[in-house]
């Protein structure tokens, strides 16, 4: 009796390590030859393992046959028992509105769906159809676009709950796979389509290529493997300044130490922002040289990149959502204030900032501090006011000045706070304190001249305040 070898597909879903067990796998199914043999692959092994099998197809609305590919998903895998759970979506329209290419819309949409479909049917693992040829191509396509290490390691095998069980089957042998069962599947017209980068170099590229170098999907496939061993490498020290420096400030802002960069090869580098972003979802269409800019950013420089707005402080790169930065624009232009008639603000939550303050000044308090003075970076300081003067405590504006204590001209305050170090992104919620609209004192910061304290200083006020926790 003559046993029928297993073939390279079925064997590949044999070994991978996710297909055991009770758990539901949500297989992708496009209709094309790929998705198709993937289906009937797991369909045939769901029998053998008994595992749920749900497949899901995703009408990206680009043709105006889409409707019937569906269709066609749909009776093949009912045909075999499958549960079915379609969508679909405007990839034209999420394009314009992010301003994304047409592939990466359709690729967010889908994967969008995919991760919905797959809470909804309590899947555990979503397979897709990626074969040993889109492997290929994604190394080539990204060396062609100058990625590093990371965008060379390719096609995951598997990224959370997702997985690729065919990234070692060439697609000759899914398309072998569905003539040897009869599996019916559908060509895809925008496979052919010379706009799309990826036809390019599937079509032409690749193929010439192999005409002189007939082994060079094998050589992609080994820088594949190489960047993923080096990533690797590199991650045993990213992962852990990963861990620590980069931290949530709040709902939408992120920093990341400066310190978790020193010392880091440019590879290193890309790696860690690349990742920082993948641990808040925020990695999609960020590329090497969004990753270069990022790392060339000085002090005080920003830039934008895919969903985020993001500044170089003197001690972290922030990162905060388009709204969030919009947001702290129109809070710059309208600071918060509280004011006080006369020279108190007795207990007074101000701005954010708890602040206490006594009155009053009599000869032996000015001797005592004529002889001893105050650190002028205190965050309690006695500043000269008279009973008939006005204070306001508000947050920094633009075009704010003080004369600094000892000198006879006055400073812009945003050359007070980059003098002092402090961070771009906490010099908004700093407290400055006007005495009759001229600012007298930014706690722990800078002290006014007029704020001083001389023989002919008759009233004052002491001064403490500290942040709110």
């Known amino acids: 009796m003559l046993l029928t070898p297993l073939q390279p597909l079925d064997d590949a879903l044999a070994c991978a390590p996710w297909f055991r067990g009770t758990d539901t796998v949500l297989a992708a199914v496009s209709g094309g030859p790929d998705s198709m043999a993937l289906l009937a692959g797991l369909a045939r092994l769901a029998r053998e393992r008994s595992f749920v099998l749900v497949a899901a197809h995703f009408d990206h609305q680009l043709r105006d046959t889409s409707a019937e590919d569906a269709a066609h998903v749909v009776k093949h895998a009912t045909a075999l028992g499958i549960r079915v759970v379609t969508?679909?979506?405007?990839?034209?329209?999420?394009?314009?509105?992010?301003?994304?290419?047409?592939?990466?819309?359709?690729?967010a949409l889908r994967y969008d769906f995919l991760i919905a479909t797959a809470n909804d049917v309590n899947a555990r693992w979503i397979a897709t159809g990626h074969t040993r040829d889109d492997q290929a191509e994604t190394v080539l396509l990204r060396m062609r676009r100058g990625a590093g290490t990371r965008g060379l390691v390719g096609i995951h095998e598997q990224r959370g709950n997702i997985v690729r069980p065919l990234l070692d089957v060439a697609r000759a042998d899914t398309l072998h796979y569905c003539a040897m069962h009869a599996i019916p599947f559908l060509k895809d017209p925008g496979n052919d389509d010379r706009r799309f980068e990826r036809n390019t170099v599937?079509?032409?590229?690749?193929?010439?290529?192999?005409?002189?170098?007939?082994?060079?999907?094998?050589?992609?496939?080994?820088?594949?493997?190489?960047?993923?061993?080096k990533l690797e490498a590199l991650r045993r020290d990213t992962d852990a300044r990963r861990r620590v420096g980069f931290v949530r400030e709040n709902k939408s802002t992120w920093h990341l130490d400066a310190v978790a960069l020193e010392g880091l090869e440019p590879d290193a580098t890309a790696l860690l922002f690349a990742d920082a972003l993948a641990s808040?979802?925020?990695d999609r269409d960020v590329s090497r040289t969004h990753y270069e800019r990022l790392a060339a950013l000085r002090v005080g420089q920003s830039i934008d990149i895919p969903g985020m707005h993001v500044r170089r402080d003197h001690d972290a790169w922030v990162f905060s959502t388009r709204d969030q930065q919009a947001a702290r624009v129109l809070s710059s232009r309208h600071p918060a204030r509280s004011a006080a008639r006369g020279p108190r603000l007795d207990a007074t939550r101000a701005c954010g900032w708890f602040v206490d303050t006594t009155e009053s000044l009599g000869d032996a308090a000015r001797t005592a501090l004529l002889a001893t003075p105050q650190p002028r970076t205190s965050m309690t300081q006695w500043i000269a006011a008279d009973p008939a003067d006005t204070l306001i405590a508000r947050h920094p504006k633009p075009g704010d000045v003080i004369q600094p204590f000892g000198m006879t001209g006055h400073k812009k305050l945003s050359d007070v706070f980059m003098d002092a170090r402090i961070p771009h992104r906490k010099r908004a919620s700093r407290l400055v304190v006007e005495r009759n609209e001229e600012i007298v004192w930014v706690p722990g910061i800078i002290t006014a001249e007029s704020a001083r304290i001389t023989e002919n200083t008759h009233h004052a006020v002491c001064m403490t305040a500290h942040e709110n926790v």
């Not at 969508?87 to 034209?92: K, L, P, S, Y």
């Not at 193929?207 to 960047?227: C, F, N, T, V, Y």
């Open 280 to 282: 808040i979802d925020a």
């Open 202 to 229: 599937r079509h032409d590229i690749l193929p010439g290529m192999r005409a002189k170098q007939p082994d060079i999907d094998e050589l992609l496939i080994e820088i594949a493997a190489s960047s993923r061993r």
């Open 87 to 107: 969508g679909t979506g405007d990839v034209h329209a999420r394009a314009r509105n992010g301003r994304e290419s047409i592939e990466a819309a359709a690729r």
